[in-house]
């Protein structure tokens, strides 16, 4: 991996020994953003440890994507869904009962250098500051940038998980499943319990994948029990009679208003699979918004093809008192998460004097151990589902930035007149100028940025990232900075 270091000239910080660096007041010990595995284990922890919590989550309720819904969705649907689903349960239980605070539906989308964090609920805006911030961002979906991804019909399986869990719905008609991972699989075997009708599963890993993941089968054979659920899935599979493809190339949806078919090439033979709805996926990265935003040092990893916050084993950012947690920093999974966000809630406590080293040392033991546990496989993971060259750098005539409609032609264009990043590019051709601040598309154009400018993505860098992280009403600004003068955490 290569670091890529951002400026913050400009910026204030929050002095080490902790005294205030603006002018708002300190409001808690440690505020944490994100309800996932990792945000809820670390409101659990901090607040267990006497720090005065708060949870500021953007859902309705508590889980994030993983256990979205956990707590309240039918049994039938838990079922379908598994144990791995349904363990989130013992969490949610543990963030009702530790005695923090939770703000459900509460959109963080600034985040200050000195720990300032702003929000809005109920359509009106509020400011905290913690001493401590944890951030669990959690992961987001890879963009699969091919031939035909912008038709209706077509989505990502995530969202169709997310249907499942918080309505019971399952998509009508023919599904093709096209990508690489494990969620896809997963996805897979989910909507055939639920009775849909699945009408192909394409993978797109390449089959030299299976030898790059030798080199770490030793490691993932210690993680037993990951490769058991994986061979579950497999043989559920093929139990199943669905058409199932490897090795697929050239994949393209066709269709002229809406997803009609899905085409593709294995071994040099062209097939077509009538679809309606076409779920894609090919894996995750970390959702680094927040972190970009604040201009802590990141690392692209060439493992996991994606942006990487540098934290120590407490989450601990460049930028004293923010820490990043779970798949937000890198993926490893959702007990991997959870073991980091209590790790980072013992550091918060241990920075704010409510625990000494002693005890802080023997508290992080378990998830020490847990965390280690679940990180032994992902090499192997990350090796034998790495998504094909042709998503993470697609042809010209393919549609990159689906907000502003920026073809890789037109990135690699920006490249050849002398665009030397993401931010140039985005100037000259308004590629990542859209609502979602370069999500979708950030990742890609960094890769083929890199690839046309014959440097590493490192050197290229990814999209400067400002508030707000997402769009909000014009007037929760002006009513913002018309009540600067009064209490901090009085809404507007």
């Known amino acids: 991996m290569n670091a890529t270091h951002h400026s913050t000239s400009g910026t204030r910080d929050v002095p080490n020994d902790g005294t205030p660096a603006g002018d708002m007041p300190f409001t808690h010990d440690l505020v944490v953003i994100g309800a996932g595995p990792a945000g809820m284990a670390a409101a659990v922890t901090g607040a267990r440890h006497g720090l005065n919590t708060i949870l500021l989550d953007e859902q309705p309720r508590a889980g994030g994507q993983i256990y979205r819904d956990v707590g ?27 005695g923090a605070e939770v703000r459900h539906e509460a959109l963080v989308w600034d985040v200050a250098r000195d720990l300032t964090v702003t929000a809005q609920q109920d359509g009106r805006a509020f400011q905290l500051r913690g001493r401590q911030i944890v951030a669990a961002t959690g992961a987001m979906e890879r963009a699969s940038p091919l031939h035909g991804w912008t038709l209706p019909g077509v989505m990502n399986a995530g969202a169709a998980q997310i249907a499942l869990k918080s309505s019971a719905a399952v998509p009508s008609g023919a599904v093709v499943l096209a990508g ?26 390449p089959r030299a994948n299976r030898w790059r993941a030798l080199a770490h089968a030793t490691d993932a054979l ?36 809406r997803a009609e078919a899905v085409q593709f090439t294995v071994d040099g033979r062209v097939h077509r699979v009538a679809a309606d709805t076409v779920l894609l996926h090919h894996g995750v990265i970390p959702n680094t918004q927040l972190s970009r935003l604040l201009r802590v040092d990141h690392v692209w990893s060439d493992a996991q093809l994606a942006w990487q916050v540098v934290v120590d084993e407490g989450g601990q950012t460049s930028l004293p ?9 890198a993926i490893a999974g959702a007990r991997a998460a959870e073991a980091s966000g209590t790790l980072a809630a013992l550091a918060a406590a241990r920075t704010l004097g409510h625990l000494d080293e002693t ?11 847990l965390r280690g546990a679940e990180l032994r496989i992902r090499p192997f993971l990350d090796a034998l589902y790495r998504p094909p060259e042709w998503i993470t750098h697609p042809p010209d005539e393919v549609m990159v930035c ?7 032609g037109r990135i690699r264009e920006m490249a050849r007149l002398g665009c030397q990043g993401p931010n140039q590019t985005k100037f000259f051709s308004r590629c990542g100028m ?17 690839a046309e400018l014959g440097k590493s993505p490192a050197e290229v860098g990814s999209y400067r990232i400002r508030a707000p992280l997402k769009p909000i009403p014009l007037r929760t600004l002006a009513a913002l900075a018309a009540q600067r003068g009064d209490s901090p955490d009085k809404p507007v």
């Open 180 to 205: 690489c991972g494990p969620l896809l699989l997963l996805v897979a075997c989910q909507l055939l319990d639920a009775g849909a009708t699945i009408a192909a599963v394409v993978e797109t890993a």
């Open 222 to 257: 210690g993680a037993f029990g990951h490769l058991a659920k994986g061979l579950h899935l497999l043989r559920r599979l093929r139990t199943s009679g669905v058409p199932w493809w490897h090795g697929a190339e050239r994949v393209a949806v066709l269709g002229s208003t």
């Open 321 to 329: 008192g923010f820490r990043i947690v779970g798949d937000g920093a």
């Open 402 to 408: 689906r907000c502003e409609e920026v073809s890789a």
């Open 359 to 369: 005890a802080c040392d023997t508290a992080a033991l378990r998830p020490q151990r």
């Open 434 to 450: 859209g609502p979602c601040q370069g999500r979708m598309c950030g990742t890609v154009v960094t890769q083929l940025l890199a």
């Open 72 to 98: 309240v969705v039918s049994s039938r649907v838990g079922a379908l869904l598994g144990a791995d689903y349904l363990q989130g349960r013992a969490l949610v239980d543990a963030l009702a009962g530790c």
